[in-house]
C-alpha cells in the first residue's frame, strides 16, 4: 500500500525567501506526481503536477521529480504572505487513487 | 468551470446518531471522492466512485457507507457518529485516479 510522506511538518520563511517543501512516496510505480495548496478555511486547489522525472516550472513554482529516489518537492522562489497555508502531496499510479501526504503549514513572514 | 456543492456545510449530530452528507459536481467527471479532514491535517480517503453506482472503499471506510445514484452526485453517510470522528469532509472530482481533483469547500461535523 502506497505512503506518501511529508516534510517538514511546518515552516517558517520571511518574505522574498525561497521556499523547499519535500514527499516521499513508497509506489515505484507511481506515475502521477502532485502538489495542492490549501488556504485556511478552503478547499484544496491543484497547484502543479507530473508525470515524469525531472523539472516543471510555473511562474514562481517548480516540482522537482526523482522516481530512483522515490521524492518529489516543490519550490517557491521569492515567497509571498499568500503562500501561507497547508501544502499537499499526492502520488498515484495509473490505475489508483492519489495518496495524500499529512501536509507541511507553510508561514511567510513580512 | 464546473464546481462542486456540499450540503450542509455544518453538520451537528448526536454520539450514535446516522449522519448523511451530500456532494454534486457539474465538471460531468467520472470520478467522486470523500475525504476526512482532521484539524490541520492530510486527507485520508474513505470512499470513491469511477462511475454511476459503482464503490470502492478507501483507508477509512469503516463506520461510513457511501451512494452514487447518479453520476452528478455522492453521497456518504456516518453510521453511528462518534465523538473521535469529529472532523472537515471533503468531496473531489476528477477525470481519473491520476488526474487533477477538484474539491469541494467541505462539511464540518460536530458530535456532541
Known amino acids: 500500500q502506497q505512503k506518501v510522506q511529508q516534510s517538514p511538518e511546518s515552516l517558517i520563511v520571511p518574505e522574498g525567501a525561497m521556499t523547499s517543501l519535500n514527499c516521499t512516496f513508497s509506489d515505484s510505480a507511481s506515475q502521477y506526481f502532485a502538489w495542492y495548496r490549501q488556504h485556511s478555511g478552503k478547499a484544496p486547489k491543484a497547484l502543479m503536477s507530473?508525470?515524469?522525472?525531472g523539472e516543471k516550472e510555473e511562474g514562481r513554482f517548480t516540482i522537482h521529480l526523482n522516481k530512483a529516489s522515490l521524492h518529489f518537492s516543490l519550490h517557491i522562489r521569492d515567497s509571498q504572505p499568500s503562500d501561507s497555508a497547508l501544502y499537499l502531496c499526492?502520488?498515484?499510479?495509473?490505475?489508483?487513487?492519489?495518496?495524500f501526504g499529512t501536509g507541511t503549514k507553510l508561514q511567510v513572514v513580512p | 468551470g464546473g464546481i462542486i456543492t456540499q450540503t450542509p456545510k455544518f453538520l451537528i449530530g448526536q454520539e450514535g446518531q446516522k449522519l448523511t452528507l451530500k456532494c454534486q459536481q457539474n465538471?460531468?467527471?467520472?470520478?467522486m471522492y470523500w475525504y476526512r479532514q482532521d484539524s490541520g491535517k492530510g486527507l485520508r480517503l474513505i470512499y470513491y466512485s469511477i462511475t454511476e453506482n459503482d464503490l470502492q472503499k478507501g483507508d477509512l471506510s469503516e463506520g461510513y457507507d457511501a451512494s452514487r445514484e447518479k453520476k452528478s452526485s455522492f453521497s456518504l453517510t456516518v453510521t453511528s457518529a462518534q465523538k473521535n470522528e469529529m472532523a472537515v469532509f471533503l468531496c473531489?472530482?476528477?477525470?481519473?485516479?491520476?488526474?487533477?481533483?477538484?474539491f469541494g469547500p467541505g462539511t464540518r461535523l460536530t458530535v456532541l
Open positions: 499526492a502520488a498515484a499510479n495509473s490505475g489508483t487513487y492519489q495518496r
Open positions: 473531489a472530482s476528477s477525470t481519473g485516479g491520476a488526474r487533477e481533483q477538484y
Open positions: 465538471f460531468n467527471h467520472d470520478t
Open positions: 507530473i508525470f515524469s522525472n
